[in-house]
Nanobody, 114 residues
Framework: QVQLVESGGGLVQAGGSLRLSCAAS????????MGWYRQAPGNQRELVAT??????RNYAHSMKGRFTISGNAKNTVWLQMNSLNPEDTAVYYC?????????WGQGTQVTVSS
């Protein structure tokens, strides 16, 4: 079992920045990658960015250049979000991927006002 705890969400004006944090605990030895996904009301959950334990990063196209994922992908991952716009408003979820299972955090709300 892996437990994930996110922090850092909140309300920010358009053009502003936020930094999300995710801390993993439990069977972290089984984690192959960590990442962030988001879900806006009425939408499906979508990829934001992922990072593997070897440091490979993957970003959704609309986030590339604005968002940066960092961390060791074993017990900590961060998401630096710059140039936020109202379309970025969503619940952001931390994900930890193992060979057999995906673990999810409880989510943290990010609201961008225009």
């Amino acid at each position: 079992q892996v437990q994930l705890v996110e922090s850092g969400g909140g309300l920010v004006q358009a053009g502003g920045s936020l930094r999300l944090s995710c801390a993993a605990s439990g069977s972290i030895f089984s984690i192959n990658a960590m990442g962030w996904y988001r879900q806006a009301p009425g939408n499906q959950r979508e990829l934001v960015a992922t990072i593997t334990t070897s440091g490979s990063r993957n970003y959704a196209h609309s986030m590339k250049g604005r968002f940066t994922i960092s961390g060791n992908a074993k017990n900590t991952v961060w998401l630096q979000m710059n140039s936020l716009n109202p379309e970025d408003t969503a619940v952001y979820y931390c994900n930890a991927a193992t060979t057999d299972y995906d673990y999810w955090g409880q989510g943290t709300q990010v609201t961008v006002s225009s």
